[in-house]
């Protein structure tokens, strides 16, 4: 067997690749566990900030796609997209279950960097707690479409691009979704306040 360089690997062959791990090709797995591991460390330990409960999120993931591997439709996302997605659901769920326990593990500051630039954002101050808790409890107000994007955002950090990468959307259409969804949050949660 030749050897595989899957850092060349496009939208098929990775579907190519999931076809025989759902006939549980543990070399076909393997190459997948190998190229995803340390990227899903990477974006798990962003979110979670602990580097054990990293390395345990990026096993159940691995675990779960291949445990899971005959739901994975090549038609309607790709593999990176269908992998992250289970991973970050893994880290909204821990998170969800941490809620109140440790508030540290909380998103950082909900507004786009055009209404915070990046020097300010390193200066600590309560509101920003205050208003991290306002967020995650607004978040059900606003369309499916705008909350994951608030999400990968704010609560994952991700790059705008990676987002858009990562749903499969353009970069332009991120950038809107995540202007409607603040102006949303920020009228709601200043109508609460008055």
């Given at each position: 067997m030749t050897k595989v360089d899957p850092s060349n690997f496009g939208r098929s062959d990775w579907a190519e690749c999931m076809e025989k791990v759902k006939t549980k090709d543990a070399k076909?797995?393997?190459?997948?566990?190998q190229h995803f591991t340390p990227r899903l460390k990477q974006f798990v330990f962003k979110h979670m900030s602990n580097d054990q409960v990293a390395n345990e999120m990026v096993q159940e993931t691995l675990a779960l796609?291949?445990?899971k591997s005959a739901l994975f439709d090549p038609e309607k996302s790709s593999l990176s997209t269908w992998i992250y997605t289970i991973a970050r659901n893994?880290?909204?769920?821990?998170?969800?279950?941490?809620?109140?326990?440790?508030?540290?593990?909380?998103?950082d500051d909900i507004w786009p960097t055009d209404y915070c630039p990046p020097d300010m954002i390193e200066h600590y101050s309560p509101e920003q707690d205050m208003l991290k808790e306002q967020v995650v409890k607004y978040l059900d107000i606003l369309p499916d479409a705008q909350q994951?994007?608030?999400k990968a955002v704010?609560?994952?950090?991700?790059?705008h691009q990676q987002v858009a990468d990562m749903y499969d959307i353009p970069l332009g259409t991120v950038k809107s979704r995540l202007r409607l969804a603040v102006e949303k949050l920020r009228?709601?949660?200043k109508a609460e306040q008055l």
């Amino acid at each position: 067997m030749t050897k595989v360089d899957p850092s060349n690997f496009g939208r098929s062959d990775w579907a190519e690749c999931m076809e025989k791990v759902k006939t549980k090709d543990a070399k076909a797995f393997a190459i997948i566990f190998q190229h995803f591991t340390p990227r899903l460390k990477q974006f798990v330990f962003k979110h979670m900030s602990n580097d054990q409960v990293a390395n345990e999120m990026v096993q159940e993931t691995l675990a779960l796609v291949w445990q899971k591997s005959a739901l994975f439709d090549p038609e309607k996302s790709s593999l990176s997209t269908w992998i992250y997605t289970i991973a970050r659901n893994l880290c909204f769920d821990t998170l969800r279950k941490q809620k109140g326990k440790e508030p540290h593990l909380l998103a950082d500051d909900i507004w786009p960097t055009d209404y915070c630039p990046p020097d300010m954002i390193e200066h600590y101050s309560p509101e920003q707690d205050m208003l991290k808790e306002q967020v995650v409890k607004y978040l059900d107000i606003l369309p499916d479409a705008q909350q994951k994007i608030i999400k990968a955002v704010y609560l994952e950090e991700l790059p705008h691009q990676q987002v858009a990468d990562m749903y499969d959307i353009p970069l332009g259409t991120v950038k809107s979704r995540l202007r409607l969804a603040v102006e949303k949050l920020r009228s709601t949660i200043k109508a609460e306040q008055l």
